[in-house]
């Protein structure tokens, strides 16, 4: 979802950049078939020499799925990112990580770049881990800290297309609060950043602290969807495997503000996405 993304943002700026999307399997966003986990994406990397790495590389899997595998998960989030900053790190490259807000524990509820990171899930560990070998093998790199990453893409199941998919009764959370993200703000931070040859960590979220029930209202109402759909819960009702940092809102004051980015408010991304499709 992210990287794909990414790939089209940075192809339509053809006279700034050619862009090589490296993934494991075919798509349209790929360009090179290989594994981050296997020692030879060195030599990979040193036959396209790129100026730039951004890496959106992630187990496959949710938040859950990390839990229950952490062996293969930590080959993707340890391995790869090691691979792939320190081939980054003796070329001279600038790297550009995806990281995620699960970092934070979730108990302040107003978290930025200085905030204390204490992840309570295995997935929150393995991302955390990864910003730390960016950090202690570069200087020149930026890492993100995005959450709830949101887009029409038909057949992604990021959270706006699990509830615009929604046909059965469907609990949602109450209790999880975050600053939900358009994937298109997300884009609009990464080129910018890059443009601004910026270095170090940024808060990347949008603005409206907002919980994953009323996210969800707010869908409901700008598609018109039936909100008899959607059930308000604790997370406790769930039954999910790993644990969620749920007073998780964030600042992302410093990003907009070095930017100088107004970023838009979930319901402005909202009606957006409904008007393309109209």
């Not at 053809?14 to 296997?38: F, L, M, P, Q």
């Not at 992604?156 to 358009?182: E, H, R, V, W």
Request: with cysteine; glycine share 6%.
């Amino acid at each position: 979802f992210v990287g794909s993304n990414l790939f089209e943002r940075f192809r339509k700026s053809e006279e700034k950049y050619d862009v090589y999307g490296i993934s494991t399997k075919t798509s349209d966003t790929t360009r090179n078939i290989a594994d981050i986990r296997d020692f030879g994406i060195k030599n990979l990397l040193s036959d396209i020499n790129p100026d730039i790495l951004i890496h959106s590389a992630k187990f496959r899997g949710g938040v859950d799925y990390y839990e229950n595998h952490r062996e293969e998960a930590s080959r993707i989030e340890i391995d790869g990112t090691r691979n792939l900053a320190e081939w980054a790190k003796e070329k001279d490259k600038k790297f550009v990580l995806l990281s995620t807000d699960y970092v934070y524990e979730g108990k302040i509820n107003n978290y930025n770049e200085e905030s204390e990171t204490k992840p309570v899930n295995f997935y929150g560990e393995m991302k955390l881990k990864t910003e730390e070998i960016v950090k202690s093998s570069l200087d020149n790199y930026v890492i993100l800290r995005p959450t709830v990453i949101f887009g029409y893409v038909p057949g992604d199941t990021n959270f706006l297309m699990q509830i615009l998919g929604a046909k059965d009764k469907k609990k949602i959370p109450l209790d999880q609060i975050s600053n939900p993200i358009d994937i298109n703000v997300l884009m609009d931070y990464t080129e910018r950043l890059i443009e601004r040859n910026a270095r170090g960590i940024f808060v990347a979220t949008g603005r409206d602290k907002i919980n994953r029930y009323e996210f969800t209202m707010q869908i409901a109402d700008v598609f018109n969807l039936d909100k008899s759909l959607f059930e308000p819960v604790r997370t406790t009702e769930l039954g999910q495997i790993a644990k969620r940092p749920l007073n998780n809102g964030t600042d992302s004051s410093k990003i907009m503000k070095y930017l100088n980015y107004k970023c838009p408010l979930i319901y402005e991304s909202l009606e957006k996405i409904k008007r393309s499709l109209e």
